[in-house]
């Protein structure tokens, strides 16, 4: 399979905000590691609902100004109520379940986004006496960790139906221009990585690439940042075993890049610290700083949909988010279905070569029926793998999009079989191609469950 993914999962039906329980469920071979897999169920359904309704809306000057908020599997959870079970064949395997009433926990909420409202007000106060320039952009970082924190809070607390105060006209695009303007002039590549290597000194650290913000593909800077700072902080090879998580994004002016990273506990999904770093476009001439397939991208995460009934989610071997894989590099690829159910697969591939999307062979069989996959009751809610995938060139995006229903599905894309690349091929236009796939949301009916779900991957040399 050739690789730069970027995977979409495809279902229907309508969904508001949410006032029932949201829930979660894991199993593994030890409690601890069932609820964790729990919470990571549960986060991915509050992320769906969140990527499905959340737009926040803040106020600046009089004008209402839209900010689009880049959701990732990393949401807090607070006040989860957790219910394990050990009964299944030879007492090998654990199940744990996991809920959030929002009777119950939406004054958690907004307690926390008052605390947190409150640091800002005071930072933002620090600010206005100060007279350092060195302490007012310590102060800004600081504030800026917390906007995107509160972000975080807001958007699960919208889900949940809480009832939420005005935010702070303050915004992060203020902030990072204020950062800008203070920050030391940072020349090269090396000199960003040792500022960094100062701030997170903490162990077993897992590291994502840095992306442009409000995007999900990795340029070619992501790849090489990402290769220099692992070689100087102490790393975990796998997600899994991880005590920390350290995410990155990118912000693009003409002369310069704000680059922020944040440290996440992998526990918690607290963040731990922050640093933004200013970066002469000098230190990164000739490096590629745009990821390639933004507007086929922008399209696939545009339009999500997801059920408050069905729930499909998609994963790897390295989890969902800032993914970035090399040549000779095994992927595993997961999804989950909620309930029994069927699905299909559509993958988009664009390459230097050239573009084309396809039907993605899921069994051995004749017709339709070797696209389509059945999910038994027995394998509902649990993570099913669609085997391991190789990186190899041509390298550039694929996106899979996952197509579920809890209805047999009776209508598949046409395609024809080009002996070349060994695909089912649909289109070479891919977006006319996505056209098609999506086109089964006009089916609708109170019989008929769907939902989507997104994971992008980036594959280079």
């Given amino acids: 399979m050739r690789f730069k993914i970027i995977i979409l999962i495809s279902l229907i039906f309508n969904m508001g905000i949410l006032n029932a329980e949201i829930t979660g469920v894991g199993y593994a071979t030890s409690s601890e590691l069932a609820k964790k897999e729990a919470l990571v169920d549960l986060s991915q359904s509050i992320k769906s609902e969140v990527r499905s309704n959340f737009e926040s809306k803040t106020t600046n000057s009089g004008s209402d100004s839209k900010s689009n908020i880049k959701i990732s599997s990393n949401l807090p959870i607070l006040g989860a109520e957790f219910n394990e079970f050990n009964e299944f064949s030879l007492g090998r395997e654990f199940e744990v379940n996991v809920k959030l009433t929002p009777q119950k926990v939406n004054k958690l909420y907004t307690k926390k986004l008052q605390n947190l409202k409150s640091e800002m007000s005071s930072i933002l106060s620090e600010i206005k006496i100060s007279k350092s320039n060195d302490l007012k952009l310590k102060l800004y970082e600081n504030l800026y960790s917390l906007l995107k924190d ?5 958007s699960v607390a919208i889900v949940l139906g809480a009832k939420l105060e005005n935010r702070l006209k303050v915004t992060k695009a203020k902030v990072k221009s204020e950062m800008e303007k203070l920050s030391s002039n940072i020349d090269s590549i090396n000199m960003a990585i040792m500022l960094l290597s100062k701030t997170f000194k903490e162990k077993n650290i897992f590291i994502y690439p840095p992306l442009v913000v409000n995007n999900t593909t990795v340029a070619e800077f992501g790849s090489v940042f990402m290769q220099e700072l692992k070689g100087k ?32 506990d992998t526990k918690t999904n607290e963040i731990i610290k922050s640093k933004t770093i200013n970066i002469n476009a000098k230190a990164y001439d000739g490096i ?7 507007d086929f991208d922008t399209l696939l995460n545009s339009g999500i949909v997801s059920s408050s009934d069905l729930k499909v989610s998609i994963n790897s071997n390295r989890g969902s988010d800032n993914l970035l894989f090399k040549a000779d590099d095994e992927i595993e690829l997961f999804i989950k279905l909620n309930k029994m159910g069927y699905i299909y697969i559509a993958g988009y591939t664009q390459t230097q070569n050239g573009t084309l999307s396809y039907l993605l062979e899921l069994n051995e069989g004749h017709g339709d029926s070797k696209f389509i996959k059945f999910i038994n009751a027995d394998d509902a809610n649990r993570w099913l793998s669609l085997g ?30 080009d002996k070349q ?11 006319k191609a996505l056209v098609k796939t999506r086109g089964l949301k006009k089916k609708k009916s109170k019989k008929v469950e769907m939902s989507e779900d997104v994971i992008s991957f980036t594959t280079m040399k």
């Avoid at 590629?288 to 933004?294: D, L």
Wanted: hydrophobic residues 35%; negative net charge.
């Fill in 150 to 154: 509160y972000d975080r809070y807001e």
């Fill in 233 to 264: 902080l102490s790393t975990s090879v796998s997600l899994r075993s991880a005590t920390y998580i350290l995410v990155g994004e990118y912000t693009l002016t003409k002369k310069t890049m704000i680059l922020n990273y944040e440290l996440i």
């Fill in 288 to 294: 590629e700083v745009q990821p390639k397939g933004i």
């Fill in 388 to 417: 391991s995938f190789v990186v190899e060139a041509p390298f550039g995006i694929e996106s899979l999009q996952i197509i579920a229903s809890n209805k047999e599905i009776n209508s598949l894309p046409s395609t024809k079989y």
């Fill in 421 to 431: 690349t060994a695909y089912y091929i649909i289109s070479t236009d891919i977006k």
